[in-house]
């Protein structure tokens, strides 16, 4: 597994390679968001170990130009208060972040969480293809279509349609749908569901724009129905 390491302290930077490496991790180090965002271009790395003061673009920004062509799991490293907000608010589309001063042991430690959270294996419990309503889903595959069309999803888009799908009409809460991406609940993740169902609908209508599947149930959560 190769961790991309992107940070300007040298020490920082240092402890982190060393308790990776000794967990058995491949390790990059960069010091400059850009040549972040050129490295993932290039090869992908498993996973980012991102600073958000950066001398040159902002973590922040890393991330968000990022995922317009990555779905590369992001841990954060945070300085400050203010900018756990930010980070916790998600819009970016980070996966976890850590405020410094941190230990090296407990962040090498929440990279394996992430790594098995977001394993092909880990997408679906079940690998049969879901079909529903003109929804025809395969877990395995990671590969959807919707009337006959195939859809593009992010990571996050992808789990949280194979878990509606998965029982259909059933009302899942933020919580629950948070469970099934695998990510721990608090309020920051519970928006941040909101704007990944969001975006998911924008895709559907796409599609077809005469039909919204996803239903909002208000105060309740989401589910999913195609009958009339
Ligand atoms: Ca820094």
Same mark, same amino acid.
Do not use: F, L, T
């Given at each position: 597994m190769h961790i991309l390491i992107v940070e300007d302290e040298a020490a920082i930077a240092d402890t982190l390679i060393y308790a990776l490496q000794s967990e058995g991790f491949t390790t990059t180090w960069l010091a400059l968001g850009q040549a972040a965002l050129e490295s993932v271009r290039q090869a992908e790395p498993d996973l980012l170990i991102l600073d958000v003061g950066l001398p040159d673009i902002s973590g922040f920004e890393v991330c968000k130009q990022l995922r317009r062509f990555s779905e590369v799991p992001v841990i954060f490293l945070t300085a400050r208060d203010g900018e756990i907000d930010r980070v916790v608010g998600l819009e970016i589309g980070a996966d976890d972040y850590v405020v410094k001063p941190f230990s090296p042991r407990e962040v090498a430690a929440r990279v394996k969480v992430i790594l098995k959270r977001v $394993?092909?294996? @880990?997408?679906?419990? %079940?690998a049969a293809v879901l079909r529903y309503f003109g929804f025809e889903l395969d877990p395995k595959r990671v590969q959807v279509h919707y009337l006959g069309q195939p859809l593009s999803l992010t990571r996050h888009e992808f789990k949280l349609l194979n878990v509606l799908l998965d029982q259909p009409e059933r009302v899942f809460s933020r919580e629950q749908l948070l469970d099934g991406l695998g990510i721990a609940a608090d309020a920051g993740y519970e928006r941040n569901i909101d704007s990944h169902i969001k975006s998911l609908r924008a895709k559907l209508r796409q599609i077809n $724009? %005469?039909? @919204?599947p996803i239903q909002t149930h208000r105060g309740l959560g989401y589910s999913l129905k195609c009958g009339r």
């Open positions: $394993a092909p294996r @880990d997408v679906s419990n %079940s $724009a %005469s039909h @919204d």
